[in-house]
């Protein structure tokens, strides 16, 4: 079969993360020993947005690389395009008689591909899934579950043939579930107590942050449940 190529651009949590953090405590910092206050709250509020913006802008592009995802009839390729800052990754090949099965995980701000591996590993691709990025990353989720498949088997094998199939996502799995049953009970818990005692000092805002998250993950369970 021909090879198929894909090019995307992959995020590190874990970099993206950690150089927002890293970004706006120093920003925070330089603008409390060098600049007024501001006696104005809406300056403050601009003044807020910036740090915010500037620190999003590095993060984003310290957090990032690109990378060229090509499938052969031996595998999976993975060619570094563009690395990540101040990294020396190599290229990855993964034969395909090691490849498990694959899980698409949609998640509040990131959508993860997983091709979880025989040997116990597993190769991830992480994306921001709010930004308007242009690269090849849905049709590669589109594509595998169907190229895969005629790859390690060949299009016209029917003797025995492997099948990749699609694994359980973290969202279908008990665990996550029983932690999100205590996570649930847990804020209906605090619900009720600052309704019953207003002057507890709980913030609403607060509340209603974990309780949107809380929503959403609800939402991820039920649709792993319909799915399967």
């Not at 006696?39 to 993060?59: D, G, K, P, R, V």
């Not at 090849?136 to 895969?148: A, E, H, M, N, T």
């Not at 002057?199 to 959403?216: E, H, M, P, Q, Y």
């Amino acid at each position: 079969m021909k090879q198929r190529e894909y090019q995307v651009i992959i995020y590190s949590i874990s970099r993206f993360i950690i150089a927002m953090i890293i970004v706006i405590c120093s920003l925070s910092i330089l603008m409390v020993d060098y600049l007024p206050k501001p006696e104005n709250e809406i300056i403050s509020i601009l003044q807020f947005i910036s740090i915010f913006m500037i620190s999003f802008y590095l993060a984003n592009r310290f957090g990032r690389a690109r990378a060229k995802i090509i499938l052969t009839n031996e595998g999976i390729i993975h060619a570094w395009i563009r690395r990540f800052f101040l990294s020396r990754e190599r290229n990855i090949k993964i034969p395909w008689d090691i490849v498990d099965n694959y899980v698409f995980q949609k998640n509040r701000n990131f959508d993860s591909f997983i091709i979880n591996l025989t040997n116990k590993t597993r190769y991830k691709i992480n994306r921001l899934n709010f930004l308007p990025i242009k690269d090849d990353f849905k049709k590669l989720v589109k594509d595998f579950p169907r190229l895969s498949n005629e790859y390690i088997n060949g299009i016209d094998s029917n003797l025995n043939p492997k099948r990749i199939k699609e694994g359980i996502s973290m969202y279908a799995s008990k665990s996550f579930r029983w932690a999100f049953y205590i996570m649930l009970v847990g804020f209906v818990f605090l619900l009720l107590f600052n309704v019953f005692n207003p002057d507890s000092g709980t913030n609403w805002s607060a509340l209603g942050v974990i309780g949107c998250g809380i929503l959403f993950y609800g939402f991820m369970i039920i649709g792993q449940k319909e799915n399967n």
